[in-house]
């Protein structure tokens, strides 16, 4: 079964940092871009971040982009198959469920970032992130 699974979420106070990781299982994504989204019950999905497949010959140099709401505070990394979004300063705005959506085009050389994610065609079930004191 092909799945992705988020992991590390959890509850944070605010200013505080946590990372949330995204892994795939029946598959791999390590040839595809993968973006991170987010989604209050109730309200539009948000694109936070997201990280190109590897490039160049030795396929260690990654295209990423950001949304603005996030700039600054959020870094995306991948290694061994897994993506990260490592996330500081967080605050009660950043309280969402997290979703990690893998590609379909093995051979884009960048990554998209729209709501809609349309460009993505696995998803995992999302890690619940609450910023609260």
């Known amino acids: 079964q092909l799945q992705l699974v988020e992991s590390g979420g959890g509850l944070v106070q605010p200013g505080g940092s946590l990372r949330v990781s995204c892994a795939a299982f029946?598959?791999?994504?390590?040839?595809?871009?993968v973006g991170w989204f987010r989604q209050i019950p109730g309200k539009e999905r948000e694109g936070v971040a997201c990280?190109?497949?590897?490039?160049?010959?030795?396929?260690?140099?990654?295209y990423t982009n950001f949304a603005n709401s996030v700039k600054g505070r959020f870094t995306i990394s991948r290694d061994n198959g897994k993506v990260y979004l490592q996330m500081n300063s967080l605050n009660a705005e950043d309280t969402a469920i997290y979703y990690c959506a893998a590609d379909w085009d093995q051979y884009a050389s960048d990554c998209a970032m729209d709501n809609a994610g349309g460009r993505y065609v696995y998803w995992g079930q999302g890690a619940q992130v609450t910023v609260s004191s």
């Open positions: 990280i190109s497949r590897g490039l160049g010959i030795s396929h260690n140099r990654f």
């Open positions: 029946g598959f791999t994504i390590h040839d595809r871009a």
